[in-house]
Nanobody, 129 residues
Framework: LVQLVESGGNSVPAGGSLRLSCAAS?????????MAWFRQAPGKEREGVAS????????NYADSVKGRFTISQDTAKNTLYLQMDSLNPEDTGLYYCAAAYRPDSDGYCSTSRSDYGYWGQGTQVTVSS
């Protein structure tokens, strides 16, 4: 069983930065997992923002956040991060951390919601204009 707890959400003005954290609680270190960040704005579908394989592997970003967001991981702390810079009001939403065990993966992780089985409760990010 993997439990995910997000933190770091806040209200910031446009152009600001935030770093989200996702602490993974499991009996074992998260090894051979796909980890991802999703977000959901009011009235919209949940969309994938960034994903990576643990350890190493490819990193994928949604086009809307490329060059502004950075996904990273601290394996010792079993924690996933999302550094968000140059935030704009369209980045407003509830941000979720997700995980999926993929022992046979070639290192690629999708940003498709249906591919992930473990989810956190979300942390709210609000960007004002």
């Amino acid at each position: 069983l993997v439990q995910l707890v997000e933190s770091g959400g806040n209200s910031v003005p446009a152009g600001g930065s935030l770093r989200l954290s996702c602490a993974a609680s499991s009996r074992f270190p998260l090894h051979k997992y796909c980890m991802a960040w999703f977000r959901q704005a009011p009235g919209k579908e949940r969309e994938g923002v960034a994903s990576k394989y643990t350890p190493g592997g490819n990193i994928n970003y949604a086009d809307s956040v490329k060059g502004r967001f950075t996904i990273s991981q601290d394996t010792a702390k079993n924690t996933l991060y999302l550094q968000m810079d140059s935030l704009n009001p369209e980045d407003t939403g509830l941000y979720y951390c997700a995980a999926a065990y993929r022992p046979d993966s070639d290192g690629y992780c999708s940003t498709s919601r249906s591919d992930y089985g473990y989810w956190g409760q979300g942390t709210q990010v609000t960007v004002s204009s």
